[in-house]
């Protein structure tokens, strides 16, 4: 064993941990563009490769024979041992490849936890993966040598490719596996001379061999199964639509949770006048396109006429693939909570001056009140700007935008009338207000915010982020004020509404402000826990964009039903949360349902903040800014509804929001605001 650095103490790295190392493409942050069945076919032949290398198994041509049933002590390896000293009958590698390559997921998941924490790999948010920094400078015992992470794997491959080098035993197994998975020729540049060094290699091991035709049997058998297996996608009536009394309430996801226990995961609506609609419902497809939608489906098609309002082509919304990854990469770092923990002061300032012009006594809209409140801070502290004077144009210019081209409620003139036109310029009014106040000259001694990581991006590849692409993305956290203000208002309502949860969350407002402003940790700790877990509550039960579309690009299956390439499919990701078997009582307001044991929310079921690669790349930034805002507003004020008797009523489109005739009453203050 050696040393990985920071107490972290490596174990020698199996096949499964050198294939997975060899197929993930660094640029893009996933796996090589394997199909998800060969690439599972791939993992079950290096995990039985690995059983047959310490003894476990033996394996040729024609038999899998099992010749110690003992368990290895690694996780990903033990359950195929078990299967296969559970059988009675002697089977092929091809059998057993194809019986197991359903557990491969599985398998992947727990070889990427290892390779993350012995600091090999680097999580990032929307499941995306990169060599870690740490890998780089430590040493990984491999059984034959020590190297680099890339070393270990990579190096040896190409040596054994390029240099004529005996190979070993494991380095003549993965390259079998890759090759069979057709994907050597990306990882390197193959001559004929190569290809044939390749050729003479995989005959060289009768394991490698044997397990790599098997796979190669299973994926070309995949390849010719006939899609007429599929079943027929079930049509909703239209009646059926009609009578349903969330329609009516407009709470998106329980409608379509409804339709899910009648029709299943994937069903489709034909709506008058309008595209037809795929659906795809319940944890199962949450999970099918968390994993793997980022191969079959893409978001650019139905965002291109949205790009063109703000003049743009390529905006992070509508990429996918490497760009995407590479985008996010760039960025993240003015999206994470550190850093908006490292200007607190400043965050608390902003807000405070913006609660500051609420009067006792007054009335007013939730919608405009939060949105406002959220944009006070996230103005300056994203792109260094007030934006306070024009925040509501931007906003409904927004709004019209994604009513037209997205949502498609609205003709598309009705974005050309003339006060959309006086709004439209504003979004270069923006622009103009940010390139201003971030001169070198102007940032000197500042903290670098997005504004800054965008301008670096555009300075350093004029092409991958140009400069007609700079009107949408530097008024992004304007549009991000309209999200997040939204969910403001229907955690206020649902606080407001509610005493016995707004005296709870008034007592940890009350706690955490009594000395003066706060520390991160408090704010993200212990202190605020109700807090948290009402927002988390809050989201679930209002998510204000309950669902995502996508285009298929690449024809697919999911739960038995055939996606054909072209057809648009709308991914109801939300529509889990008003399911009883993920959310006891799912139409109880329930805070508890967050903490041990319950932990309700745990995997893909419980979604607001989307799925997959397009994850909202924000998330924790935007639970610090709800939770901080909310307390700031109980501490400081009394809140009423107005009317008293209000019922909450939904807007659904464009994305979720209350009703904008929902107003809250301020009928008190609590405390005086610091000068």
Avoid at 51 to 75: F, K, N, Q, Y
Avoid at 308 to 333: C, E, M, N
Avoid at 425 to 437: C, F
Avoid at 452 to 464: A, G
């Amino acid at each position: 064993m050696s040393s990985a650095g920071a107490g972290v103490r490596t174990k020698p790295l199996s096949l499964i941990d050198e294939l997975v190392l060899t197929l993930l493409n660094e640029e893009s942050g996933y796996f090589r563009q394997v199909p998800g069945w060969n690439l599972n076919c791939a993992v079950v032949g290096a995990a039985l490769a690995e059983l047959s290398l310490t003894g476990r198994i033996d394996t040729d041509m024609e038999s899998l024979i099992l010749l110690d049933g003992t368990a290895t002590g690694d996780p990903a390896l033990d359950p195929v041992l078990y299967r296969i000293a559970s059988e009675t009958d002697q089977h092929n590698a091809q059998y057993w490849i194809e019986r197991l390559a359903p557990q491969a997921e599985s398998v992947i998941d727990m070889t990427l936890d290892r390779l993350c924490h012995l600091r090999i790999l680097q999580h990032h948010d929307g499941d995306f993966w990169s060599l870690a920094g740490s890998a780089w400078r430590m040493g990984v015992h491999t059984g034959s040598e020590v190297g680099t992470a890339v070393e270990h794997v990579k190096t040896r491959i190409s040596k054994a490719i390029f240099n004529n080098e005996i190979p070993d035993p494991r380095d003549i197994i993965i390259i079998c596996l890759i090759d069979t998975c057709d994907v050597l020729r990306f990882i390197f540049e193959l001559d004929e001379e190569s290809e044939r060094r390749v050729a003479d290699i995989v005959r060289m091991d009768l394991i490698g061999r044997a397990i790599a035709d098997a796979v190669g049997q299973n994926i070309t058998a995949r390849l010719f199964r006939q899609t007429a297996l599929t079943k027929p996608i079930p049509v909703v009536p239209l009646r059926r639509l009609l009578r349903s009394k969330h329609v009516r309430t407009r709470n998106l996801p329980a409608f379509f949770a409804d339709l899910q226990q009648e029709f299943g995961p994937v069903f489709e609506i034909k709506p008058p006048f309008a595209q037809d609609m795929i659906c795809l419902v319940g944890p199962e497809t949450n999970h099918w396109v968390h994993r793997h939608g980022r191969m079959h489906l893409r978001a650019r098609d139905y965002l291109e006429d949205f790009e063109k309002v703000y003049g743009g082509v390529g905006l992070l919304p509508a990429l996918d693939g490497t760009d995407h990854f590479r985008y996010r990469k760039s960025i993240q770092p003015a999206y994470s909570r550190t850093r908006l923990e490292e200007q607190l002061d400043e965050f608390l300032s902003y807000a405070r001056r913006e609660i500051a012009t609420w009067r006792v006594g007054d009335t007013r809209s939730a919608v405009g009140m939060c949105r406002k409140l959220i944009n006070s801070s996230m103005s300056p502290l994203s792109v260094g700007i007030d934006s306070q004077d024009i925040v509501d144009d931007m906003h409904k210019f927004k709004d019209r935008a994604l009513k037209t081209h997205i949502g498609r409620t609205l003709p598309k003139f009705m974005l050309k009338t003339p006060p959309m036109r006086r709004r439209a310029k504003l979004v270069g009014e923006v622009v103009e207000r940010v390139l201003h106040g971030h001169t070198p000259a102007q940032r000197v001694g500042c903290p670098r915010d997005l504004a800054d990581e965008l301008l670096t991006m555009h300075n350093n590849d004029r092409q991958f982020l140009p400069e007609s692409n700079l009107r949408f993305v530097l008024s992004a956290p304007l549009i991000a004020s309209m999200y997040v203000g939204d969910q403001l208002s229907f955690i206020a309502y649902a606080t407001v509404s509610q005493p016995e949860f707004y005296d709870r969350i008034r007592d940890e407002a009350d706690a955490v402000f009594a000395g003066g402003d706060p520390d991160s940790e408090t704010l993200t700790g212990p202190a605020t826990d109700v807090t948290r877990r009402f927002i988390m509550e809050c989201m679930r039960l209002y998510p204000i964009v309950p669902l995502s579309v996508r285009n298929v690009a690449n024809a697919c299956e999911v739960e038995g039903y055939e996606l054909p390439e072209g057809r648009r499919v709308f991914i109801i990701q939300t529509a889990t949360h008003y399911m009883d078997d993920l959310f006891a009582d799912p139409f109880e307001f329930d805070i508890d349902r967050y903490a041990a044991p319950r932990k309700e929310h745990v995997g893909t079921g419980y979604a607001p903040y989307g799925l997959g690669t397009h994850t909202c790349l924000g998330a924790r930034l935007t639970e610090m800014y709800l939770a901080t805002n909310l307390l700031m507003m109980v501490h400081h004020f009394e809140l009423e509804i107005a009317p008293k008797n209000y019922k909450l009523k939904i807007s659904p489109f464009p994305s979720m929001s209350p009703s904008k005739r929902l107003k809250f009453h301020i009928t008190g203050q609590r405390r005086e605001l610091p000068a």
